[in-house]
């Protein structure tokens, strides 16, 4: 098993727009499905109620660690755990979104690693499961910023 999910798509959006939808909250949670508390902020956590069919017992908690104008975002979780007393310290993978301009649009690439910290049974399902998580995800954002 690999310790990270990697995903790559070009998006016939410009950057702008595809940074916008990664970044802003509400635009954010429109693609993800997953109802926003609060704008993401660089050190801070996000929360929120997961809202995509099939999931809403879970919840949404991320340590947003970097927000590189229109070419970084990345932030920590806790891969499926439902419980809301989800401990951002331990047991969570990084996910980061990079961006680069092309002449057609963006190329977005979504990596998420740190599988390796997560313990067995988890480290499989998690991956597995977030491995089809984030295919369904680049559909989604690739119609959100071309609609």
Same mark, same amino acid.
């Given at each position: 098993?690999?310790?990270? $999910?990697?995903? =790559?798509?070009?998006?016939?959006?410009? $950057?702008?727009?595809?940074?916008?939808?990664?970044?802003?909250?509400?635009?954010?949670?429109?693609?993800?499905?997953?109802? +926003?508390?609060?704008? &993401?902020?660089?050190?801070?956590?996000?929360?929120? @109620?997961?809202?995509?069919?099939?999931?809403?017992?879970?919840?949404?908690?991320?340590?947003?660690?970097?927000?590189?104008?229109?070419? +970084?975002? =990345? &932030? !920590?979780?806790?891969?499926?755990?439902?419980?809301?007393?989800? *401990? +951002?310290?331990?047991?969570?993978?990084?996910?980061?979104?990079?961006?680069?301009?092309?002449?057609?649009?963006?190329? +977005?690439?979504? =990596?998420?690693?740190?599988?390796?910290?997560?313990?067995?049974?988890?480290?499989?399902?998690?991956?597995? *499961?977030? !491995?089809?998580?984030?295919? *369904? @995800?680049?559909?989604? $954002?690739?119609?959100?910023?071309?609609?």
């Amino acid at each position: 098993m690999s310790n990270a $999910i990697k995903k =790559t798509i070009e998006l016939n959006a410009p $950057i702008s727009r595809v940074w916008r939808a990664l970044t802003d909250h509400e635009e954010f949670g429109a693609w993800f499905r997953v109802r +926003l508390d609060n704008p &993401f902020k660089v050190g801070e956590v996000s929360t929120g @109620q997961v809202t995509y069919p099939g999931y809403e017992h879970l919840v949404w908690r991320a340590l947003v660690h970097r927000m590189d104008q229109e070419s +970084l975002f =990345t &932030f !920590s979780w806790n891969p499926y755990d439902s419980n809301d007393n989800i *401990e +951002l310290d331990k047991e969570t993978t990084l996910v980061e979104f990079h961006l680069q301009a092309t002449a057609n649009g963006t190329v +977005l690439t979504v =990596t998420e690693s740190g599988f390796d910290a997560l313990t067995d049974p988890r480290r499989l399902e998690a991956f597995r *499961e977030n !491995s089809k998580g984030w295919e *369904e @995800q680049m559909k989604n $954002i690739t119609a959100y910023v071309n609609a």
